[in-house]
C-alpha cells in the first residue's frame, strides 16, 4: 500500500500541481489511516484489501477519539480521492470510499474586522523605521489585494507593475491571477522599495523577494503572523485575528460596498463560487444585526412600540 500511496502523492504534485501545504495534509491522512490498519486490521498491507466496511470501522474510530468533524471529513476526503486514483491505474477494481457519507460540517463565518479596525491595524507599524515602512507595505498589500499569506511571501519585485498597480499571484495550485493594488498600498509598497536591501550574498530567490526579513532574505508565513501578532498587541485589536482575517475583510468590505459576487470570486482567485458566498453571509448576518439594533419592531430592537 505505501508505493500506491507514494505514486497517489507524486500524482498529486506532478500533474494535479497540488501545494505543498495540501501534500502534507494528505501525507498525515494516510499516516492516520495506516496506523489504525496496523492496530485495529493487521492483516490489511494492500489497497485492494480495502473494504468499505474497514473504512466505516476507520470513520468510526476517528469518532470515537473525537476528532473533530471537519477533520474526519477531509481524511474521507483524501481517502476517496486516493481510491479513486487507485481504481483508474487498476490498483483496486473499485473504490470503497464512494459509499460512504460525508459527515455534515456546519460552516462558520469567516472573521473578520471593521473598517475602523482594519484602519487602526494599517497605522499601527512605525512609519520611521525600515521594518515599520515593511510591515505596513505588508499590511496594506494583503488588504487591499486580498492575498492568502502563502501568495504574499511568494511576491517577487517583479511582480508589482508599478504602472498598472496590479500583481501577479501565484494562487493554490499553482494557478496564475492579477490582483488590483489600491492607492493606500501602492503608496506603502514605494516607500518600502525606497529602504529595500537585498542580502547580495543569498540564494537568488530570496533576492527577487518583494518583502524580505530583517536580514534581507525572503519572508516565511511564519514570520507575517508573528508580525501581525505584534501588531495586534500594540493596537488592542482581537488576538484570535489571522494574516487570513485581512483576506477575510477583503471580501466582506467589497460585498458590503456593492461589489459583484462573481467579481470578488475572480479577486479571491476561488475555483468555486460556492466558496465566495460564504461571504453573503457575513454581509446578511450584519445587515440583520442592524436592523435588529435600530428598527423599533424589530425582536431584538431596544427601542419599545408607544
Known amino acids: 500500500m505505501i508505493d500506491s500511496v507514494n505514486a497517489f502523492l507524486r500524482h498529486l504534485r506532478v500533474e494535479r500541481n497540488a501545494s505543498e ?13 495506516a496506523d489504525y490498519l496496523t492496530e485495529r486490521a493487521a492483516g490489511i498491507s494492500d489497497a485492494s484489501q ?15 477519539c473525537q476528532y473533530a468533524r471537519t477533520t474526519i471529513a477531509r481524511r474521507l476526503a483524501c481517502l476517496r480521492s486516493y481510491f479513486r486514483y487507485t481504481t483508474r491505474e487498476g490498483i483496486t477494481e473499485n473504490n470503497p470510499a464512494q459509499a460512504l457519507r460525508t459527515p455534515r460540517v456546519g460552516r462558520k463565518l469567516p472573521h473578520f474586522l471593521s473598517t475602523e479596525q482594519v484602519a487602526a491595524l ?3 507599524p512605525p512609519a520611521n523605521e ?30 508589482w507593475d508599478r504602472e498598472a498597480n496590479i500583481l501577479r499571484v501565484l494562487g493554490k495550485g499553482r494557478k496564475e491571477r492579477i490582483a488590483a493594488v489600491g492607492r493606500y498600498a501602492a503608496k506603502a509598497l514605494s516607500r518600502w522599495m525606497e ?76 475555483k468555486s463560487l460556492t466558496t465566495t458566498q460564504i ?28
Open 130 to 159: 525600515p521594518l515599520g515602512l515593511r510591515d505596513r507595505a505588508i499590511l496594506e498589500t494583503m488588504y487591499s489585494a486580498g492575498l492568502r499569506v502563502a501568495e504574499l511571501v511568494g511576491l517577487d519585485v517583479a511582480d
Open 279 to 306: 461571504y453573503t453571509h457575513v454581509s446578511t448576518r450584519r445587515m440583520r444585526d442592524t436592523y435588529d439594533q435600530a428598527h423599533p419592531h424589530a425582536a431584538g430592537s431596544r427601542h419599545e412600540a408607544g
Open 195 to 270: 529602504v529595500r536591501q537585498p542580502d547580495e550574498s543569498a540564494a537568488a530567490d530570496d533576492q527577487k523577494a518583494l518583502f524580505l526579513n530583517r536580514f534581507g532574505r525572503r519572508l516565511t508565513t511564519r514570520s507575517i503572523g508573528r508580525m501581525l501578532q505584534k501588531h495586534l498587541q500594540a493596537t488592542g485589536l482581537d488576538r484570535l485575528t489571522t494574516p487570513h482575517t485581512l483576506r477575510h475583510s477583503f471580501a466582506t468590505h467589497l460585498l458590503d460596498g456593492g461589489a459583484d459576487l462573481r467579481a470578488v470570486q475572480e479577486l479571491l482567485g476561488h
Open 122 to 124: 494599517l497605522e499601527a
Open 50 to 64: 480495502v473494504t468499505t466496511a474497514v473504512l466505516r470501522g476507520y470513520l468510526s474510530y476517528l469518532h470515537e
Open 21 to 33: 501545504l495540501t501534500l502534507k495534509s494528505y501525507s498525515e491522512d494516510f499516516e492516520s489511516f
